[in-house]
């Protein structure tokens, strides 16, 4: 297992961690005053500065991408939602070919409009047959521009709305039905925030592999937690075992960076500096 | 499938879903009232009244319990806190016979400490095998006074400070383990806000099967939940399908009660009467 506590060489920023403080080029250029090699942004933190500036800007930089935020959102009320679903994915999958990104977070939706506070359909079933069909056509053209795409599973608290894969046992069945001879066009995104509370959780991860494991991502889990969405913790500040699941992915031969996603209003309320330098203190304390 | 259409004589009441209105005693005048038959009243509710007296008004209405809530909270940071548990749950054995329950309900419990806000550690394996001792222990009891232990698989957004055990899956292999020759000693609460989102949901309730489902608890998942606790939604307020899953276990050979368990800020703050018509109709037109 690689040792944290003297570099954060193989740190990642999740740059929606950031995202109330700065835009994205600030957001870069902070990062990299303090050695942080790689981030993960989100398409509308690059659209804000504008494609073309953030890959130049990455490139100058000499920052690496640990994963790009996001594909997905597939299930639709009718044929022309379905279509748009697949069309933004292609756009998505063109950006983070662009941004040179490893590999497109996908985060699949879960009921359409729910989102917005009122599904168009209850059947999860339905919305996961079109997941599992948005996936497969944007697979095809993923493998034509050689884009690994990552499926997330997101916490089930979030089944309703955003994403109706919850386990990673659920993505790796997905897996094994899309891409069978395990060829790394296709494989998981593990955030422990949405994972660490799975009884199978060692188990999958193993089931996984190398291949298959594209993004790790860390942030920790508040007792008690106030809000669904933002009220993720520094890593240390909760209860998740960070380093032993960290050893399972890396028992597995994962070598990839470790990315710090933090979704919460207390660190969007801080100095960006303070956030950042806390991030790098504690994924060399903690993780 | 049973109708549930045109009359509510499978419907049983929650206890905790009218708790701020009134005492467990008039809960017991209102449901007899309107022709709810059967109560899940909480041990706190049952203490404010006396254990006594509820059984006697509980056998002057001729009204049945669904289930008594609950025993569990296993895990503890010593062996005191340990044995504590294990007696406290005896207790509710005990209080479970007083009232003729059909089975203790069991919220296993999470981290010790972390529903206080301070977890005394962060071993969740170590949580879960507390958690497995304590139940056979338990078992052991139960067995010998003939009461029923439901393990309830909590949301996994309740996995820290709840309940470790969080998929029917899960539960199941506890039972498998420790009621290989499926006695009925020991099964599961179903609880559709717990586990409606999870893609294995029919699969599970198929291999309950009837002897292990011993309890089904109904209300609705709205979007957006607003807190981790007190959000539940009436149902037909949510994306829940309720008819669907009914039908599952129903196709296992499940004849119990339906049990309406509602904990919202919201209902909490209406009039008592009010929530129980509701319910009463809910449960026609959406159960």
């Not at 944007?138 to 050689?146: F, G, H, T």
């Not at 790796?172 to 959780?201: F, Q």
């Not at 028992?251 to 919460?264: D, R, T, W």
Request: glycine share 8%.
């Amino acid at each position: 297992m690689r040792d944290f506590s003297t570099s954060h060489e193989h740190l990642s920023l999740n740059t929606a961690t950031v995202r109330k403080q700065w835009k994205l080029d600030q957001i870069i250029d902070e990062c990299a005053k303090r050695g942080i090699r790689a981030i993960s942004p989100w398409r509308d933190q690059v659209a804000a500065v504008g494609l073309e500036k953030i890959a130049k800007q990455l490139k100058a930089h000499d920052m690496r991408l640990s994963g790009y935020c996001r594909g997905g959102f597939f299930p639709a009320p009718d044929k022309a939602g379905l279509e748009a679903a697949l069309l933004d994915n292609r756009k998505a999958i063109d950006e983070a070919k662009t941004l040179n990104a490893p590999c497109l977070v996908l985060v699949v939706g879960g009921l359409p409009g729910a989102l917005e506070g009122k599904a168009a359909y209850k059947d999860i079933e339905r919305a996961r047959s079109e997941v599992r069909d948005g996936i497969a056509a944007s697979l095809e053209y993923a493998k034509s521009v050689n884009m690994p795409l990552a499926i997330e599973p997101l916490h089930p608290m979030t089944a309703a709305d955003r994403a109706c894969i919850n386990t990673l046992e659920h993505a790796l069945d997905l897996c094994d039905e899309l891409d069978p001879g395990r060829s790394g066009a296709l494989g998981v995104a593990c955030d422990l925030y949405h994972v660490w509370w799975n009884y199978k959780l060692k188990e999958q991860i193993a089931r996984a592999g190398s291949k298959r494991l594209l993004a790790f991502h860390v942030c920790d889990w508040l007792t008690p937690t106030r809000d669904l969405l933002n009220d993720r913790g520094m890593m240390g500040d909760g209860i998740i075992e960070i380093q032993k699941v960290r050893g399972w992915v890396e028992a597995e031969g994962f070598e990839g960076f470790s990315e710090v996603e933090i979704f919460s209003e207390n660190w969007w309320s801080k100095p960006g500096g303070e956030v950042l330098d806390t991030v790098i203190a504690r994924h060399k304390s903690v993780v």
